[in-house]
């Protein structure tokens, strides 16, 4: 059963690294759409465009069993236009508003993602269902996927970059202190470490990852027996997988992905020519 972990860039291996540990024996194909990176001011609906027909690609070359849509300003956006196309489960990761909304103890919690997240529908209405009885900071952050990436890639973080963009997350009201932030971009795992020790004062930094992961293993369980495969014309997975969109990754990307164990293979897009990020 081959899993296809997607993402902008190299942010979703928070995922899938949680994602391995639950389905180890099942191979991984891991698509970073580098090409694209970011996604966070993308318009909607070159975005949706965009993803659907990378996915054309990638279920041509790949028949993954499942796809874990590990991005959070896709996931907010296109998963009804990836499932009424193709026909596999599609699991999707989301700012974890309801755990942040239930487990606060000041009622103040922020949600740290990117601008495109920040202002979904989804993502309002997220927090019209679980979160209306507390107080919610929506940070959109314009610096930090990047930072997320580049730190990957062996490059230091700015701390004076980092220190500002998280800076609006905390907030102050009636006595009160913003006790959880909810880490609503699959990049910011990567920094939180660091996020902690600039933070004005201790908060809960929620991931929700494993939860996603979690979920995925659900899915696989309900999918596995249920499908015959039939492998003609698509590729064999012998090892872990990774594709980039761009026609030559950073070499520190193709670095860090086979110290991961994944081996980047070229594969050509053919939509990626006719797609522009603005609508
Ligand atoms: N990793 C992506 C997310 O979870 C977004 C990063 C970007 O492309 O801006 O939202």
Redesign the pocket.
Known sequence: MTILVF???V??LSVMREARMLMHDQPFVYVGDDAG????EWAEEALTERITGLFETLMAEFEPDLAIIA???ASTLIMPALRARFNIPFVG?VPAIKPAAARTASGLISVL??PG?VKRRYTLDLIEQHASNVSVTLVGATKL?RLAEEHLQGVEIDTHVLRSEIAPCFIEKDGKRTDIVTLG???YPFLVNEMRKLAPWPVDWLDPAEAVARQALRELHRTQGSEESDSNGVRTIQHDVAVMTSVSPEMSTTRLLAGLGLKTEALHFPSISTCSRSA
Do not use: V
């Open positions: 993402d902008s860039g942010g979703g990176f970011p996604y966070g991005c959070n300003t990761i993602a990117t997240t996927a971009c699959t990049h």
